[in-house]
Nanobody
Framework: QVQLVESGGGSVQAGGSLRLSCAAS????????MAWFRQAPGKDREGFAS???????LYADSLKGRFTISKTNDENTLYLQMNSLKPEDTAVYYC????????????????WGQGTQVTVSS
């Protein structure tokens, strides 16, 4: 059983940046894909960035260009660089991993972190 622990969330003003990290308790190279999701109050969990074992990145069109997903196999860590943040980016951000799954659907991932809160003020 893997543990995923997100960090780096916080409060920032609109236009600012944050970098989220997701530390895995096991080597991440065993996972076919890792991804970032977010869930705002009253809304469904939304997948917006994923990266495969080979480094192929997939982004939701709405966030492409502002957010960048990356990983370091040596450190067993997934990252999310978020730039030009907007108030509508306010949500709890989760990282996820799976040995077989791929893409941006929550049902495709079996391992989840506990989430980190990101709050963007106007």
């Amino acid at each position: 059983q893997v543990q995923l622990v997100e960090s780096g969330g916080g409060s920032v003003q609109a236009g600012g940046s944050l970098r989220l990290s997701c530390a895995a308790s096991r080597v991440i190279s065993i996972y076919s894909s890792m991804a970032w999701f977010r869930q705002a109050p009253g809304k469904d969990r939304e997948g917006f960035a994923s990266i495969t074992r080979d480094g192929y990145r997939l982004y939701a069109d709405s966030l492409k260009g502002r957010f960048t997903i990356s990983k370091t196999n040596d450190e067993n860590t997934l990252y999310l660089q978020m730039n030009s943040l907007k108030p509508e980016d306010t949500a709890v951000y989760y990282c996820a991993a799976d040995r077989l799954g791929y893409g941006l659907g929550p049902h495709q991932y079996n391992f989840w972190g506990q989430g980190t809160q990101v709050t963007v003020s106007s």
